[in-house]
């Protein structure tokens, strides 16, 4: 049974840092891209950054790109979302998701994790 | 930046109903537009990929159609575990950009 397990979420001051884990459970991880979507409270589904399967390829949302960093660790089927220079607007739900490569969409996603950024 | 429109923002049906959502992009996206279903405190569900491939284990009920700039998500007969929020999403291999969604309510 494929399973994403998002962790890492929590309550950060205006320009702080967190990093987001997705642990992958499953597939066969490093055969698959992934990427991130965040959810505002009562929001809209928004993209944040997509990864190829080997962590070569990486793309970013204009409103993340210089600020969040997205890596994967195939030996240890974990993706990561390093966030810096957090602002209020990046609060949201954070999924983990992945990428089917027959559809190029993602047909898995975890629970979510929630990260707050507030003084 | 390619933009994604959804209409109506709120969809009033009953179980039975035949309901169609449109989804329109700014500029062509060809065929590279997905749709997913959420419901409250749940993670989203792929649909429809391509504009009318269906995925797997999706109900027939669901179908997609358009190309270009216009796109429509149909579901044939409304069932009680269909009201949710809908999204489309334009694709492709450098970025991704949903509508911003459209709810499914019980009339």
């Known amino acids: 049974e494929v399973q994403l397990l998002e962790s890492g979420g929590g309550l950060v001051q205006p320009g702080g840092s967190l990093r987001l884990s997705c642990a992958a459970s499953?597939?066969?991880?490093?055969?698959?891209?992934m990427g991130w979507v965040r959810q505002a409270p009562g929001k809209g589904l928004e993209w944040v950054s997509s990864t190829s399967d080997s962590g070569g390829i990486t793309y970013y949302a204009d409103s993340v790109e210089g600020r969040f960093t997205l890596s994967r660790d195939n030996s240890k089927n974990t993706l990561y979302l390093q966030m810096n220079s957090l602002r209020t607007e990046d609060t949201a739900i954070y999924y983990c998701a992945r990428i089917d490569y027959s559809s190029s969409n993602f047909d898995y996603w975890g629970q979510g994790t929630l990260v707050t950024v507030s003084s | 930046d390619i933009q994604m429109t959804q209409s109506p923002s709120t969809l009033s049906a009953s179980v039975g109903d035949r309901v169609t959502i449109t989804c329109r992009a700014s500029q062509s996206i060809s065929s590279w537009l997905a749709w997913y279903q959420q419901k409250p405190g749940k993670a989203p569900k792929l649909l429809i990929y391509?504009?009318?491939s269906l995925e797997s284990g999706v109900p027939s009920r669901f179908s997609g159609s358009g190309s270009g700039t216009e796109f429509t998500l149909t579901i044939s007969s409304l069932q009680p575990d269909d009201f949710a929020t809908y999204y489309c999403?334009?694709?492709?291999?450098?970025?991704?950009?949903f509508g911003q969604g459209t709810k499914v309510e019980i009339k």
């Open positions: 499953g597939f066969t991880f490093s055969s698959y891209a």
């Open positions: 391509k504009a009318s």
């Open positions: 999403q334009q694709y492709n291999s450098y970025s991704r950009r």
